[in-house]
């Protein structure tokens, strides 16, 4: 009996983990968030401390939260796939709708306290953060069956809220610093854009208005690369204010003439690459990440 009950909890808590699918999003939310915190360090010369740690970990269940209440919504029409099925523990069974709801608010309520804990800044754009997560997928008002709001919920509360919040974790006085937020949420429109184009037969058989179906692939497209280049000039001029460090600049560089060479068939997300961009998108990432936190341990030994 005991064995049977152990059992048990041991397949609902894999279910769970399972839930927030966090090897999909760790990869970006950590560098974000960093980013955002060792901006904040350079522009303010504070010291980083124990609440990178705090937001870093409020960040990731923030978005877990996103994507657990995701598969609960979408059970239904995850559960006629067998692809989607097996990836949802909500659509295979493995998980009821009621658990994965429960697990989905004691989600929020440790990420709304952890947010608390960095201060008052941080837990107003948690807060935003966890608000857009939810009625992002949320049925009843389900922002990403719309266009533009599809786009500008998935890409505030994927990209600039968590940039955001790590820079609030120890700066309360922004100034340029809007300029990177909007380009890392600028990236993010890329990449929901790109989903989209990618999912495009699917969503649109499927009877779905999103803002690539509304709009058409070619406007979608141009949108998409649009953001990319507008994204690149705010960066370029953060490098200019001296914001972001010209060594930074130069490893980007560097790192991206090693990979430009190199194509994989796959997008970030492991499935079939739709644009010539995605075959750079885990590259690109994996720049991103060396980049960022190159900074961070320069910062940290500067500080030391």
């Not at 064995?3 to 769970?16: A, E, H, N, S, Y």
């Not at 004691?106 to 935003?128: K, N, Q």
């Not at 600049?249 to 060479?261: D, P, Q, T, Y």
């Not at 644009?275 to 500067?302: K, Y």
Request: charged share 10%.
């Amino acid at each position: 009996m005991f064995l049977d009950t152990f059992d048990l909890v041991t397949v609902k808590m894999r279910g769970i983990v399972r839930l927030t699918r966090w090897k999909e999003y760790v990869p970006f939310v950590i560098p974000l968030t960093a980013f955002g915190a060792v901006m904040a360090a350079r522009m303010h010369g504070v010291m980083l401390d124990w609440r990178l740690g705090v937001t870093l970990l409020a960040n990731i269940c923030a978005v877990g939260y996103a994507f657990m209440i995701n598969d609960i919504e979408d059970a239904a029409d995850d559960a006629r796939e067998a692809q989607r099925a097996a990836r949802n523990p909500v659509a295979s069974g493995e998980l009821t709708p009621s658990q994965g709801w429960a697990a989905s608010l004691a989600v929020a309520l440790i990420t709304l306290m952890l947010y608390a804990l960095v201060g008052l800044w941080p837990f107003i754009i948690g807060s935003l953060t966890l608000a857009l997560a939810h009625f992002y997928s949320w049925k009843p008002v389900r922002l990403k069956a719309w266009p533009v709001t599809d786009i500008l919920s998935h890409s505030l509360m994927l990209s600039g809220l968590l940039f955001l919040a790590g820079y609030f974790a120890y700066g309360t006085n922004p100034g340029l610093v809007w300029i990177v937020a909007l380009a890392a949420t600028l990236f993010s429109v890329y990449g929901q854009l790109y989903n989209q184009l990618r999912d495009y037969e699917m969503d649109k058989a499927a009877g779905l208005s999103n803002t690539t179906i509304v709009v058409g692939k070619r406007n979608a497209r141009y949108v998409m690369y649009s953001s990319v280049a507008l994204a690149l000039v705010f960066l370029v001029y953060a490098v200019y204010m001296q914001m972001i460090p010209l060594w930074i600049v130069g490893l980007v560089v560097i790192g991206a003439a090693i990979i430009s060479f190199v194509r994989t068939p796959t997008d970030m997300r492991g499935g079939e690459a739709v644009e010539f961009s995605g075959n750079m998108q885990m590259h690109l990432l994996i720049i991103a990440n060396i980049a960022i936190a190159a900074w961070l341990i320069a910062a940290m030994l500067h500080m030391a």
